[in-house]
């Protein structure tokens, strides 16, 4: 099956920024939906931005002003660049790949078909600490 592989995470200061990529094995020339999940330690998982396979994207309330996703479909990757990062981003974050299928929802924020019906990469480290 398909494997996702994000790259990218790491130890950052409180304000500083980050650059994470989702790679896709199957170098697929279909144009899919990219999610970014987080998840802290002892927190539920939550969706952090979506872009969808026509470039729009929806981002978290945390997420908004600080981070930007990005897709290529040449390569089928996805970055998510974060920036001004607090200690509140600590969390595993995973790149998800939905089908076409769910742009909708993805342009809305609604994470839940995306996070069911997705592929899921195996999640990077990201630690935001002084």
């Known amino acids: 099956q398909v494997q996702l592989v994000e790259s990218g995470g790491g130890w950052v200061q409180p304000g500083g920024s980050l650059r994470l990529s989702c790679a896709a094995s199957?170098?697929?020339?279909?144009?899919?939906?990219f999610a970014w999940f987080r998840q802290a330690p002892g927190k539920e998982r939550e969706g952090v931005v979506c872009?969808?396979?026509?470039?729009?994207?929806y981002y978290s309330r945390s997420a908004r002003g600080r981070f930007t996703v990005s897709r290529n479909t040449t390569n089928e990757t996805s970055v998510l660049q974060m920036n001004s990062v607090k200690p509140e981003h600590t969390a595993v974050y995973y790149c998800v790949r939905a089908y076409i299928m769910f742009s909708r929802s993805c342009e809305l924020g609604s994470y839940d078909q995306i996070e069911q019906s997705g592929y899921w990469g195996q999640g990077t480290q990201v630690t935001v600490s002084s």
């Open positions: 872009i969808s396979s026509n470039g729009r994207s």
């Open positions: 199957d170098f697929s020339s279909v144009n899919y939906n």
